[in-house]
């Protein structure tokens, strides 16, 4: 079992910066980034596997990074030059070893422009 808990939303001014963060419990493996703004699909925004290797959407790309803290069971994304359409409900995600996805309970970034 794989618990997930998000921290660090809030308001932010378009330009400004923003780390949230996703603390885990159970074994981590793989875990990622999830946004879905009002009226649309949940999308990925980025992943990190355990060993650091990353994945990003086109869309985050040069402007998230997303990190690990192994140590503390805790994955980040530092969001930076933020922009309006960024604005969306963060979820957290740990698939366990057998695929089965886990979420957290969403924290919520607003970009204002």
């Known amino acids: 079992q794989v618990q997930l808990v998000e921290s660090g939303g809030g308001l932010v001014q378009a330009g400004g910066s923003l780390r949230i963060s996703c603390t885990g419990s159970?074994?981590?493996?793989?875990m990622g980034w999830y946004r879905q703004a009002p009226g649309k699909q949940r999308e990925l925004v980025a992943t990190?596997?355990?060993?650091?290797?990353?994945t990003y959407a086109d869309s985050v790309k040069g402007r998230f990074t997303i990190s690990r803290d192994n140590a503390k069971r805790t994955a980040y994304l530092q969001m930076n030059s933020l922009k309006p359409e960024d604005t969306a409900v963060y979820y957290c995600?740990?698939?366990?070893?057998?695929?089965?996805?886990?979420w957290g309970q969403g924290t919520q970034v607003t970009v204002s422009s």
């Open positions: 995600n740990a698939p366990n070893i057998g695929g089965l996805d886990f």
């Open positions: 159970g074994n981590l493996f793989t």
């Open positions: 990190i596997t355990r060993v650091y290797s990353t």
